[in-house]
């Protein structure tokens, strides 16, 4: 009797193993379509254990093949050479890509933070499986981004491996450096005008930012009857980027008539709109004295498809922080004039 209840237990505990097991995985590939290594990236977990490769720690830049920290139990992080067959049956070993791996995953805000080590534009998609291995959200979610040289640009996801729990929630930090980071990179990628258009363009941005400073120090104290005036303080800096961004839509046009790709009805209808506005007093008598006015007949304005995505959708997660809303322009459609790749 006593061998069958020792069996019974035995039987038991296989049993819990084999069924109760977590299938649950987080993936994160990333590459920069480069021969050469030009970001690696570190992946915090929610308990603040982390796995990847830091260049910081480190002299050497030369290609790892594996992490330098590893402190995630179950997790992986290898670099390998992604291969391409041409019409032929020609393999060849290009291109740089970049694995982390972790099974299981907790529940809990995990944290990305990407390390340039040149300027470069940059891709990572995610995957996630939850704890009964079923993919838990789309199958692909590929985002795309600029970083410069020496610097580091974090995302944060929430992951729940639960069946049945929401898709993980991705939350990319986004301040106004790291928007003229994307502006000065796409520039020095041949993916943006010139240096005359790209200085007007930087000089917004730093506007917007002097702008936004006043968010956090409204002038006069306290609140007036029904409204905030720290919000009425901050709805400048927020028109100024969704005019950079339409900037920047114009910009990608492709026209067959000059004046289908001139800036100037935009800035009529943006001065038309807040020309009156004493809290854009700051911006018009700053702008209106930039030497953009003396270039912006003769310099070359363009942007291609990826800067364009890149930089606009940087932009509008800084308009979100502040608490505004992104600015479509209804009478923006697709036409015979706009640039495809």
Same mark, same amino acid.
């Given at each position: 009797?006593? %061998?069958?209840? +020792? ?8 049993? =819990?193993? +084999? ?17 050469? +290594? ?6 915090? $977990? ?16 030369? %290609?790892? #093949? ?46 990305? =933070? ?5 300027? #470069? ?21 590929? %985002? ?6 020496? =610097? ?16 993980? =929630? ?23 005008? $010139? ?37 009425? +303080? ?70 291609? $498809? ?36």
């Amino acid at each position: 009797m006593r %061998f069958i209840i +020792v069996l019974l237990v035995v039987f038991l505990t296989v049993a =819990t193993n +084999v069924f109760c097991e977590d299938y649950s995985t987080l993936n994160i590939f990333a590459g920069t379509n480069s021969e050469d +290594v030009k970001v690696h990236f570190v992946v915090a $977990d929610p308990l603040g254990k982390k796995t990847g490769y830091n260049p910081l720690l480190t002299n050497s830049v030369a %290609f790892p #093949t594996i992490a330098n920290v590893n402190e995630i139990i179950g997790a992986s992080y290898s670099t390998t050479r992604m291969a391409s067959e041409d019409e032929y049956g020609n393999v060849d070993v290009e291109n740089e890509s970049i694995e982390f791996y972790v099974r299981p995953n907790i529940r809990g805000m995990y944290t990305i =933070t990407f390390y340039g080590i040149s300027d #470069t534009s940059f891709r990572y998609n995610l995957s996630v499986h939850d704890s009964n291995n079923a993919y838990n959200g789309p199958k692909e979610t590929e %985002f795309f981004g600029y970083i410069s040289s020496g =610097t580091t640009m974090e995302y944060k996801i929430y992951v729940d491996p639960t069946p049945g729990a929401p898709a993980p =929630t991705i939350i990319k930090e986004v301040t106004f450096q790291l928007l003229r980071d994307d502006v000065n990179v796409a520039y020095k990628l041949n993916q943006l005008g $010139d240096d005359k258009f790209v200085d007007s363009l930087i000089r917004m941005i730093n506007l917007a930012e002097k702008l936004s400073i006043k968010c956090d120090k409204p002038k006069g104290h306290g609140k007036s009857k029904g409204h905030n005036k720290k919000d009425k +303080v901050c709805k400048p800096a927020i028109a100024v980027l969704n005019m950079f961004i339409k900037r920047l839509e114009i910009a990608s046009r492709k026209c067959d008539k000059p004046q289908d790709c001139d800036e100037e009805p935009a800035w009529l209808a943006f001065r038309k709109e807040h020309g009156k506005d004493k809290n854009f007093k700051d911006f018009f008598k700053e702008w209106d004295k930039d030497k953009w006015h003396k270039w912006k007949n003769k310099c070359k304005r363009f942007i291609t $498809d990826e800067a364009l995505n890149i930089i606009r959708g940087d932009a509008e997660i800084l308009i979100q922080d502040l608490g505004g809303k992104t600015k479509p322009d209804k009478k923006e459609k697709k036409t015979k004039n706009d640039k495809h790749d």
